[in-house]
């Protein structure tokens, strides 16, 4: 299967009466789905099931209608694993290098579009994107965000720690290559801005 250009996400409003949204982009696992009621968490299998899953999308059916004028918002948020384990001198399956190429463009289309990270102290849905256009401050570097969640990151003073590292820049200074690996054995990497 080849992957469409899609919007993993769809805004929809209630009216007290319908209880079936449709939504029309694949999902790897029911997992994947995010469904928010005025920006709720929904439960699968108590707020709602799922239905008529096929590789162009699928129906959300509630339990109970959405109220009137409610903000109905369904989004893709696809597991971030590696579920294929390729071995050297084994048969490569095309259909399953195929589906794992199709996670990795999900990934990509919802890191493009701004993947749901949660909500916010208000709570509204708060979308992650990749624009790093940073301001550096005294005590902290905020993100700007082109959705409007910015994000204000404590800046360390030391390089032991994951999060933002700040140091004086001078002729002395080692600073990490960027990209680089850090101390802390997660997996963090150096990002300069």
């Given at each position: 299967m080849t992957t469409q250009v899609n919007i993993p996400y769809i805004e929809l409003e209630g009216d007290?009466?319908?209880t079936d949204f449709a939504f029309n982009y694949p999902i790897v696992e029911?997992?994947?789905l995010i469904v928010l009621v005025d920006g709720v968490l929904q439960i699968e299998y108590t707020s709602y099931?799922?239905?008529?899953?096929?590789?162009?999308g699928g129906e959300?059916?509630?339990?109970e209608a959405p109220a009137d004028g409610a903000s109905v918002l369904i989004l893709r948020r696809t597991t971030m694993t590696q579920n294929v384990d390729y071995e050297t001198d084994e048969p490569f399956q095309a259909e399953t290098h195929e589906w794992n190429l199709d996670k990795i463009t999900y990934i990509l289309q919802e890191l493009i579009t701004g993947a749901?990270?949660?909500v916010d102290a208000n709570g509204?849905?708060?979308?992650?994107t990749f624009d790093l256009d940073a301001d550096p401050d005294e005590y902290y570097v905020t993100v700007t965000n082109t959705g409007g969640t910015d994000a204000d990151l404590p800046m360390w003073t030391?390089?032991?720690?994951?999060?933002?590292?700040?140091?004086t820049v001078d002729e002395a200074a080692n600073i990490p290559a960027d990209e680089s690996a850090t101390t802390k054995p997660d997996g963090y990497i150096w990002?300069?801005?």
């Open positions: 007290g009466t319908i029911n997992v994947d099931t799922l239905d008529e899953l096929t590789e162009n959300v059916i509630f339990t749901w990270g949660g509204d849905p708060v979308y992650l030391s390089n032991e720690y994951a999060g933002v590292y700040a140091a990002i300069g801005i």
